[in-house]
């Protein structure tokens, strides 16, 4: 029985006239701008160049790169009216899969070693797998607009890979520097490490990438082309450390742990000279208002924003803030406007990474609310900031009592429980679920030997003479 097209589908070839032909390779030739390319009569080809023009413009406006790459495939002419996606440099947001974030299995099997990345679209809730061939060789240590930061396994370059369109970026090893300024023998801060992608200090066409390493006093940067990797700021005591990181419109921002302040790390307020002192101090932003002594900061992009959240622990009450930063080349410091209401909005937050997304794209979640996870305590947490109240949203799905599984594993996993999870790096990297396995305890043995195992498999390399 013949298939029937779509109404608002182009009508293509009669079967009848196929009948007998063999398929033909592309008949259509690039030509120069100027000239309007040749069309089939028929198919999607036959649209006028003005309503596929059209679509092009929905696309770009309210698409994102993986529509982009799906319109040029429909025809040789859509494709013929299009630039090339490919940006070697990476440095071009507008060919960044940003809607995206990557999804956990839960089921303990890490990315790189399934060298599979299942990514989940925040607005549309489309579901894409991924599979780079550079994950069997590297260890994931980061995202950032959707391009994935690889760690080679043996040698500890760095590498950006756009996971839709195969492009990547290399940088140079981490081994030289990681001995000289964090630890001399271990690896196991190498482990735990997280990168950011920012834009290059030096170049317009160019990125960087910056990496830090939890509770040590050191951050590094490198940009494509470097041959080495530089010291940004080295250790001054504890007030350095930071709380919370986030890359923000091409820049590195963070919290700091001892002093009320908002620092811009990267790019640096000096020049470097190959990472040697003086070191730069970091360029104070905004000051956070003092709000209670014993307080969490998180920074997090939300609708293009950035915004300052303050958990009160003890009281589980938030204080939010919008941080306008000042404009570049102007004196003074940022604002905070306190905000009140965030809409439709849903954030997540964790020190390692925050999320923001839409109520209104994914009706499971809860808007004008805020998840997160009590140290020692629920690893799900819902707090309303319509109500006041907050809720336990793992008491019914927790697979052990911090001794001794007490059940298993409750699926399918919620959407709260898979964006959580990937701001938790930790857990994630490790292909578990962070609201299973935030605490991972002595009886589960098997679990805790395998992932030993398979972090032995990083391994620093020689030193040179």
């Not at 698409?63 to 025809?75: H, L, N, P, S, T």
């Not at 811009?264 to 040697?276: A, K, N, T, W």
């Not at 923001?356 to 996870?373: E, Q």
Request: one cysteine or more; glycine letters at 6%; proline letters at 7%.
């Amino acid at each position: 029985m013949e298939r029937k097209l779509p109404r608002f589908a182009p009508a293509g070839p009669s079967t009848g006239t196929l009948a007998g032909r063999k398929r033909k390779g592309a008949s259509l030739a690039p030509v120069a701008p100027s000239k309007r390319v040749a069309r089939a009569s028929c198919g999607w080809a036959s649209l006028p160049t003005d309503i596929v023009l059209l679509v092009l413009r929905r696309v770009l406006t309210g698409g994102d790169i993986v529509d982009y790459i799906a319109f040029r495939a429909v025809c040789f002419y859509w494709r013929s009216c299009t630039l090339p996606l490919r940006d070697p440099t990476l440095r071009d947001r507008r060919l960044r899969p940003c809607r995206w974030v990557a999804l956990c299995g839960g089921d303990a099997v890490r990315p790189d070693d399934a060298c599979e990345i299942a990514f989940f679209n925040t607005r549309t809730a489309r579901r894409i797998r991924a599979h780079p061939p550079e994950l069997r060789r590297h260890r994931i240590v980061g995202f950032t607009d959707g391009l994935v930061i690889l760690l080679h396994k043996s040698t500890t370059a760095v590498r950006v890979l756009h996971p839709f369109t195969r492009v990547a970026v290399d940088l140079p090893p981490l081994a030289r520097v990681y001995r000289e300024e964090v630890d001399r023998w271990w690896k196991h801060h190498l482990l735990a490490m997280n990168a950011v992608v920012c834009d290059s200090a030096n170049s317009a066409n160019s990125i960087a990438v910056v990496v830090w390493f939890p509770w040590r006093e050191a951050v590094f940067a490198a940009e494509a082309g470097d041959s080495d990797w530089k010291v940004l700021y080295r250790g001054r005591g504890s007030s350095f450390l930071s709380k919370s990181m986030l890359p923000f419109q091409g820049k590195l921002y963070a919290t700091s742990s001892a002093s009320r302040q908002i620092l811009q790390l990267y790019p640096p307020p000096l020049e470097l000279d190959d990472g040697s002192p003086p070191v730069p101090v970091p360029v104070v932003v905004a000051h956070v208002p003092d709000v209670h002594i014993y307080s969490q900061y998180f920074l997090v992009e939300s609708g293009g924003r950035m915004l300052l959240t303050v958990h009160l622990l003890g009281h589980e009450r938030f204080a939010l803030f919008e941080v306008h930063l000042r404009r570049r080349g102007g004196g003074g410091i940022g604002k905070l406007i306190p905000v009140k209401c965030l809409g439709d909005r849903a954030l997540f937050l964790n020190r390692d990474r925050c999320l923001s997304v839409s109520a209104r794209d994914l009706p499971s979640l809860m808007g004008n609310s805020i998840y997160f996870s009590l140290n020692n305590g629920s690893p799900v947490v819902l707090h309303s900031l319509t109500t006041g109240l907050s809720e336990d949203l793992a008491e019914h799905c927790r697979i052990h009592n911090m001794v001794d599984r007490i059940r298993p594993s409750v699926r399918p996993f919620t959407i709260a429980d898979h964006l959580l999870t990937y701001c938790h790096p930790s857990e994630w990297a490790e292909g578990l679920m962070f609201h299973e396995y935030h605490h991972i305890p002595q009886s589960f043995k098997e679990l805790r030997e395998s992932i030993r195992a398979k972090n032995s498999k990083l391994r620093m390399p020689p030193r040179r003479a």
